[in-house]
């Protein structure tokens, strides 16, 4: 657990850091090296000669390593007679616009919101794209907010950078390879939470992992309608998503009737509207609502008999972090119900989200529900971070719960939306989930620090 101090600045041209009183260090070993992200300094460091239990850094010092005049607060820690002054922490994205006011557009205010746990923890995070890197030099143009509106400071490259691509398009261009694997090999810099999960991919790589296989709906590629025919027989509904999709967008919903022979399809059209069309044969259904589209893009999943509220399915978001230790938790969790006549429970079909206490008022049902999801939820994150490549910090999973309470895993996004966070009775896990989105940074960098060979990947 990193300790967090207050940062005062006092004039002087020599390199001087003053070490705070209540900073526990061998008094025979004082460090003679300041690092901030990837710039180390010389500098004269020793406590604080007033006592006080701040960090003083002198201006020269300060203007060496780059550090931001309004950073208030820093975390410390030492190896091998080198004080590392608080956490750099880059948030990668694009997305850029030339507007003050809003220089990563639609998505400013959850950056800002992302930046303001900044001085709690003690790290100095930043935002950051591929156009603001001065190879050169080893500098960044770093967006910052520090309460009062975006600025612009130049800082070191950082010690470890949070992937925040928005979308599966900008992460696949070969400028955006290049740059990762150029901080990863020259600089050491370990990512967290790079690439948005493949559904099917994913998927594959679960169900021969005996710990979670019993979470997963038969979920494969389309190959034929025979497929769809057997697992309508099995589960009386079948869902169709886009392999890459996101948002609930391309869901299909297909139910098929014993009594009628008939086939129901529902969805949401290019209009937003939702709906729901029959017919008398499966082959019927696909010329007409698949037409334009290429099957071969999809997966077929098995439907389940969900919850209901009002006679309208339940599905249930849980979010895990993993820690400044290295730990899973479930840090947020919510019900959605779905809007009336929807395939999904996306807020934009009329979705609503419910805190499982509005959902279940019997306390007994409530505590087996969470209990269920919340060990699922943990069992899952470390199936993944398992079973995938990378270093994954945070996961959102969607899970469906039948009428036998078995728990159902539908997805998992490793750059989980924030709707859930609307409900006024979540805000404190917003608050949560964005300071472990920082805290496992703090991991990764101590882990970089004093166990170099095992970050190796």
Not at 10 to 24: A, N, T
Request: charged share 25%.
């Amino acid at each position: 657990m990193l300790h967090t101090f207050k940062v005062e600045h006092f004039q002087d041209e020599e390199c001087i850091f003053y070490l705070p009183s209540g900073f526990r260090i061998d008094e025979d070993t004082l460090p003679h090296t300041v690092i901030l992200g990837t710039k180390r300094q010389s500098a004269k460091c020793k406590r604080h000669p007033n006592g006080r239990n701040v960090i003083g850094i002198s201006t020269a010092l300060a203007k060496s390593i780059h550090l931001p005049s309004k950073v208030d607060s820093l975390s410390l820690f030492c190896k091998d007679e080198c004080v590392y002054a608080g956490v750099l922490i880059g948030i990668f994205t694009a997305g850029f616009t030339s507007f003050r006011l809003s220089p990563i557009g639609q998505r400013s205010q959850f950056f800002q919101k992302l930046l303001s746990v900044q001085s709690s923890l003690g790290v100095i995070p930043f935002v950051f794209g591929e156009k603001h890197i001065d190879w050169e030099n080893g500098l960044v143009k770093g967006f910052f907010h520090f309460g009062e509106g975006w600025e612009i400071e130049e800082i070191p490259f950082p010690n470890v950078i949070y992937d925040r691509l928005p979308n599966r398009r900008s992460e696949k261009r070969k400028t955006y390879q290049n740059l990762k694997e150029r901080l990863q090999r020259e600089y050491g810099i370990p990512w967290y939470n790079p690439g948005f999960f493949n559904k099917l991919d994913l998927f594959e790589r679960l169900e021969n992992d005996q710990t979670v296989h019993n979470f997963l709906p038969e979920t494969l590629s389309f190959q034929t309608l025979d497929d769809i025919e057997r697992m309508l027989s099995d589960y009386h509904h079948i869902y169709l998503k886009p392999k890459n999709g996101s948002l609930g967008n391309g869901i299909h919903k297909i139910t098929y009737s014993r009594s009628s022979e008939e086939y129901y399809c529902r969805f949401r059209d290019q209009d937003h509207k939702n709906r729901l069309l029959k017919f008398d044969s499966l082959e019927r259904l696909s010329n007409t609502v698949f037409k334009n589209r290429n099957l071969d893009n999809f997966i077929v999943q098995q439907g389940i008999s969900l919850l209901k509220e009002n006679g309208r399915p339940i599905d249930f978001r849980v979010h895990t972090n993993k820690d400044e230790e290295g730990n899973w938790q479930v840090s947020a969790m919510a019900g959605k119900v779905a809007g009336s006549g929807s395939v999904t429970t996306h807020a934009n079909n009329g979705g609503v989200v419910k805190v499982l206490t509005e959902l279940f008022p019997d306390e007994r049902e409530r505590q087996i529900i969470e209990g269920g999801l919340i060990d699922a939820a943990l069992l899952l994150s470390h199936a993944i971070e398992e079973n995938l490549e990378g270093y994954i910090g945070e996961i959102g999973f969607d899970f469906g719960v039948d009428d036998n309470h078995h728990i159902w895993m539908f997805e998992a996004n490793s750059k989980p939306g924030r709707s859930i966070f609307s409900h006024p009775e979540l805000k404190r896990h917003d608050l949560l989930t964005r300071k472990l989105a920082l805290s496992f940074g703090i991991f990764l960098t101590q882990q970089t620090v004093h166990h170099p060979e095992e970050m190796i990947q």
